[in-house]
């Protein structure tokens, strides 16, 4: 499914100045600053994933080759400095922030094919709930949304997935 020219991306804003293309990280979320140091979620770890309400590719992911997540694809958290996000996911590495109250957000992009195939952003928006203080092991549940995209010949070929998940730490 498509949504328009260029997709709205969830965790960051494009701003273009002269011929400058930006990635601008978004400065604050609601409910929690950016760094939230010691007062952060314990989101570190291992999340096998479990979508909800597959409802298949649509017909543009479908030409553009795209596989769908499958569940149990394990998604790896790692926090460094803060709030600082480093992650894994189907082998994209993932940056992004957690704060205090538990939301997260994760982005990435694999590095460029030489072959000239689809081009692909990878954005996992979360909020974390329990953890060891309060004897669970802790669980995310958010919304998994992966754009791509090929240039073929003069126009580009898009599509846009988007699957509600839940996961339970390992």
């Known amino acids: ?78 926090r460094t400095d803060g709030g600082v996000l480093t992650g894994s996911l189907t082998g994209v590495a993932l940056t992004g922030q957690v704060y205090a109250s538990g939301d997260l957000i994760l982005t990435g992009t694999p590095p460029p094919s030489s072959d000239g195939g689809v081009s692909t952003f990878l954005s996992l928006n979360a909020t974390f709930t329990g953890g060891p203080e309060d004897g669970g092991g802790g669980s995310l549940s958010g919304t998994f949304t992966g754009q791509y995209s090929r240039i073929q010949g003069t126009s580009a070929l898009r599509c846009n997935v988007t699957r509600p998940f839940t996961a339970t730490r390992q």
Do not use: H
């Not at 990635?23 to 600053?33: D, M, V």
């Not at 570190?44 to 543009?60: H, K, R, S, T, V």
């Open 1 to 78: 499914m498509t949504t328009g020219r260029f997709a709205p991306l969830t965790a960051a804003a494009l701003a273009v100045t002269g011929s400058t293309l930006l990635l601008i990280a978004p400065a604050c979320k609601e409910g929690g600053a950016v760094d939230c140091g010691d007062a952060c979620a314990p989101v570190e770890g291992n999340y096998p994933l479990a979508f909800q309400g597959d409802a298949g590719l649509a017909a543009e992911c479908v030409n553009l080759n795209v596989q769908s997540l499958a569940d149990g694809e394990v998604l790896n958290i790692q």
